[in-house]
């Protein structure tokens, strides 16, 4: 019933900016942490930024100083601003967020976006 769409994904030179957003629907009593991921060529699939339902922030030591996550609770939307890209950002960016669709003690079960490319050139 939950679904997470990512939006925001294209090609970017190096240096340039995107900003990925992510918003969930379905039936949702509740969102806990909310993150992106990704997952570059060849590698495992890798956390970029979380974000608790407070602001309280975590970022990869990849992305610090270059990337913002951010959140609306009231539209169910966590946001990536990226800055600085490189060509190493290159990946599948991917969206992930802790939902409780009933109003039950750790009934908590994470959720997943199909992912949006972000493809930075040289």
């Known amino acids: 019933q939950v679904q997470l769409v990512e939006s925001g994904g294209g090609l970017v030179q190096a240096g340039g900016s995107l900003r990925l957003s992510c918003a969930a629907s379905?039936?949702?009593?509740?969102?806990?942490?909310m993150g992106w991921y990704r997952q570059r060529p060849g590698n495992q699939r890798e956390l970029v930024a979380t974000?608790?339902?407070?602001?309280?922030?975590n970022y990869a030591d990849s992305v610090k100083g270059r990337f913002s996550i951010s959140r609306d609770n009231a539209k169910n939307t966590v946001y990536l601003q990226m800055n600085s890209l490189n060509p190493e950002d290159t990946a599948i960016y991917y969206c992930?967020?802790?939902?409780?669709?009933?109003?039950?003690?750790?009934?908590?079960?994470?959720?997943w976006g199909q992912g949006t490319q972000v493809t930075v050139s040289s």
């Open positions: 992930n967020a802790e939902i409780e669709i009933i109003p039950i003690l750790q009934s908590e079960k994470n959720y």
């Open positions: 379905g039936i949702i009593f509740s969102i806990n942490l």
């Open positions: 974000i608790t339902s407070g602001g309280t922030t």
